[in-house]
């Protein structure tokens, strides 16, 4: 079994930074794409970033620059460094990865259970 665990959510000032980790854990043979998205109340979840196994990285057009998504892959871990947080930044940012598990090695897309970021303006 797979899961993904987020942290590093929380209440920042608008200006100021926040760092997310999510760590995936279980029978692991290999890990593709990693991503974080965002759903704010009443919205649709939006893809914030994605970083792929070779490292390429792509970001949704509000990042704008401000966001940075960067993976350790012998720690099975991605991370969303956030900077210049915006009150329009303020959702439950979610983990998604893709994982090659079990006896078939499979890829298989993982959600992780969501972490809280909350911007005060």
């Known amino acids: 079994q797979v899961q993904l665990v987020e942290s590093g959510g929380g209440l920042v000032q608008s200006g100021g930074s926040l760092r997310l980790a999510c760590q995936a854990t279980?029978?692991?043979?290999?890990?593709?794409?990693m991503r974080w998205y965002r759903q704010a109340p009443g919205k649709q979840r939006d893809l914030v970033a994605v970083?792929?196994?070779?490292?390429?990285?792509d970001y949704g057009d509000f990042v704008k620059g401000r966001f940075a998504i960067s993976r350790d892959d012998a720690k099975k871990m991605v991370y969303l460094q956030m900077h210049r947080l915006e009150y329009e930044d303020t959702a439950v940012y979610y983990c998604?990865?893709?994982?090659?598990?079990?006896?078939?090695?499979?890829?298989?897309?993982?959600w992780g259970q969501g972490t809280q970021v909350t911007v005060s303006s």
């Open positions: 279980g029978n692991i043979f290999s890990i593709g794409a």
């Open positions: 970083i792929d196994s070779a490292g390429g990285t």
């Open positions: 998604h990865t893709d994982v090659a598990s079990g006896r078939w090695r499979t890829y298989i897309g993982y």
